[in-house]
């Protein structure tokens, strides 16, 4: 006889199956209608409602059969909880794994089994719906449909009574507690908050409640921008609202100079707590003055619900870690609740970061390089060096696909040093091809490698270790955002790459924070004009003519060169010209490229200018 392998989820399937305490529960009508059915459908003597727990499996009903238990190790729904599929026995006599099985040569003597897993909305197999006969049979397929559906149907039933049980305990007052001097009504501390967690997860009866995790998404920039002064103003301010918003007996701590952790007792359901959190959000939202500025207030939410179904604060803390993630990149305020995919896509992130790690460890990172070209001649004048990552299994990735996971695993620094190290090699082939032609190597450089001083250190060293051909310059460029830090930091970071002969660009530009002052203040070289505001040139309604013109305008007036992005089409090109614009970058040229073809093509552009 097979026994059935324990699945490697098993304690956590447990803990939510005790969520639901159905587990002994006396006989209940609904649940018996349901057995009821299956023999109905399936056409079978026997109809169960098997939940598997460590030693047995538990028959929640069991209609035509005088049973209430049997053990785990020789149920055949041990073997139905490790699918997603129906386990489907015509003739147990002839399986080899239950043939000689004691349930089929004793009491009950069975021979067709088939078995439904029952699936929690967390994903995890609680037991199974089953259909048995003491003789061989086959199901139809619309039979196996029905009974399908009857097993979603049941665990609603099950998801039903637990809600019933956790509102009528939510429903009851909680003790009253006396107040503390000196203590705000709202605000604890993370030690304080973590131990009421852990006390109320290990509870015998464990009330239900919900933790949230809120994130100031501009506080950061607020306190490089204004400085902490006006960033502290900013967080008493929303704690007040917080504190408005909130139920009478929540509690709440700051985790880090930008995220807090918020506790509800007694929140019960689903609906609640997205209730709570929608509250939040649209109350934290709302612009907040400060001194005599209106400051942005964009906040993320992510909440996890317990209902029995968390034995330990880390894992509580996780989940509701991930659902703010989710809420956190969608732009503006959002909030998230928990959920199984969101379970597994952070179980793919941590399996894409891992890759990730691993592919810069072996250097898999591969430039390909995009033309930039005088709008006039056509001529080219440099290349951007982007990223693709070519995976062990030959896939090649585009940035989109993975510079959020370097992002997450804090390795956007080391994938900046990687390219541009890759791409100066690479210019030193490039240049062979004609070396006296004078060219830019234009590479992006990222926030996380700005705000790292041992990595600036490194990026030092290596330009100066490693210096491009001769009649090449390099060229990095600075996204908008990037000018928020303070403005002592970035005067020594921009004084060292323009000692070291850096042009420094500003990439995508109008589409972020910019201060003019700094931008004449600090010796930028170039703007690179975002391609939304390009490939809205020809567009019927609301063109963004008028924006370029004054960005070229403003260009001019700070001596700063420019340089198009998204230049795809010929109309694009004379328009761009006609107004001053110098370079452009885009798929009428070329598109991004590996090295060898962007050799061909500089060999056809190598006789200078391309006639018009």
């Given at each position: 006889m097979l026994q059935a392998p324990i699945p490697s989820n098993d304690e956590a399937r447990l803990q939510e199956l005790r969520s639901y305490g159905v587990l002994d529960s006396p006989d209940e009508q609904a649940f018996d209608d349901i057995g009821a059915l299956v023999r109905d459908i399936a056409g079978t003597p026997i109809g169960i409602i098997s939940l598997v727990d460590e030693n047995r499996q538990w028959f929640k009903s069991c209609i035509g059969l005088d049973a209430k238990e049997?053990?785990?190790?020789?149920?055949?729904?041990?073997?139905?909880?490790?699918?997603?599929?129906?386990?489907i026995i015509n003739d147990a006599l002839e399986d080899p794994r239950f043939c000689d099985n004691p349930l089929v040569l004793q009491e009950p003597h069975i021979r067709f089994y088939a078995g439904f897993p029952l699936i929690s909305s967390n994903g995890l197999a609680l037991g199974s719906l089953c259909a048995v006969d003491q003789q061989p049979r086959h199901l139809s397929d619309s039979q196996i449909q029905a009974m399908e559906r009857l097993a979603r149907l049941c665990v609603r039933q099950m998801e039903l009574k637990r809600q019933s049980r956790l509102l009528e305990q939510a429903n009851q007052p909680p003790p009253a507690q006396a107040a503390q001097p000196g203590l705000h009504p709202v605000l604890t501390s993370k030690e304080q908050l973590i131990s009421?967690?852990?006390?109320?997860?290990?509870?015998?009866?464990?009330?239900?409640?919900?933790?949230?995790?809120?994130?100031?998404?501009?506080?950061?920039?607020?306190?490089?921008?204004?400085?902490?002064?006006?960033?502290?103003?900013?967080?008493?301010?929303?704690?007040?609202?917080?504190e408005a918003v909130l139920p009478s007996n929540a509690s709440c701590c700051e985790l880090n100079d930008q995220e807090w952790l918020l506790l509800t007792p007694f929140t019960a359901t689903e609906e609640q707590l997205c209730a709570q959190a929608a509250a939040i959000t649209q109350r934290l939202q709302e612009p907040i003055g400060v001194g005599q500025q209106l400051l942005s207030s964009q906040v993320a939410v992510g909440a996890a619900l317990v209902q029995g179904n968390y034995n330990n604060a880390a894992d509580l803390l996780s989940d509701a870690a991930i659902a703010l993630r989710n809420a956190a990149r969608r732009p503006g305020s959002h909030y998230s609740c928990i959920d199984l995919a969101s379970r597994i896509q952070a179980q793919q992130d941590l399996q894409l970061e891992s890759e990730l790690r691993t592919g810069l460890s072996q250097g898999q990172l591969e430039p390909h390089f995009q033309p930039l070209f005088d709008l006039r001649s056509l001529e080219v004048k440099g290349v951007e060096a982007l990223a693709r990552w070519r995976r062990s299994d030959g896939d090649l990735l585009l940035p989109s696909l993975f510079l959020e996971a370097a992002e997450r695993a804090e390795l956007l620094g080391e994938l900046d040093l990687q390219m541009i190290r890759q791409s100066i090699a690479a210019s030193h082939v490039m240049a062979r091809v004609e070396p006296q032609r004078p060219m830019v190597l234009s590479l992006n450089l990222s926030g996380a490698l700005l705000e790292n001083p041992a990595l600036l250190q490194q990026l030092?060293?290596?330009?100066?270790?490693?210096?491009?051909?001769?009649?090449?310059?390099?060229?990095?460029?600075?996204?908008?955002?990037?000018?928020?830090?303070?403005?002592?930091?970035?005067?020594?970071?921009?004084?060292?790459?323009?000692?070291?002969?850096?042009?420094?660009?500003?990439?995508?530009?109008?589409t972020g924070y910019s201060s003019l002052s700094r931008l004449n203040r600090f010796p930028f070289h170039s703007l690179k004009v975002d391609m939304s505001f390009v490939k809205l040139l020809d567009a019927p309604e609301q063109p963004s003519n008028r924006i370029l013109e004054v960005i070229q305008a403003m260009a001019e007036a700070l001596e700063l060169h420019t340089t198009a992005e998204g230049v795809e089409t010929d109309a694009q090109r004379l328009w761009l010209q006609r107004q001053g614009f110098h370079w452009g970058q885009g798929y009428l040229l070329a598109k991004p490229m590996p090295l060898q073809d962007t050799l061909n093509l500089l060999l056809t552009h190598q006789s200078s200018a391309v006639p018009l």
């Open positions: 049997t053990p785990r190790n020789i149920s055949f729904c041990g073997h139905t909880i490790l699918q997603r599929s129906p386990l009421m967690v852990e006390l109320m997860l290990t509870q015998a009866n464990q009330a239900c409640f919900g933790l949230l995790r809120l994130e100031f998404k501009e506080l950061r920039r607020i306190a490089n921008a204004l400085g902490e002064s006006s960033a502290g103003a900013l967080r008493e301010a929303q704690l007040e609202r917080l030092f060293a290596l330009i100066d270790a490693e210096p491009l051909p001769q009649h090449w310059q390099l060229q990095l460029e600075l996204l908008e955002v990037n000018l928020q830090q303070p403005e002592a930091d970035i005067a020594q970071t921009v004084e060292q790459l323009h000692q070291r002969g850096v042009l420094l660009a500003i990439d995508d530009f109008g």
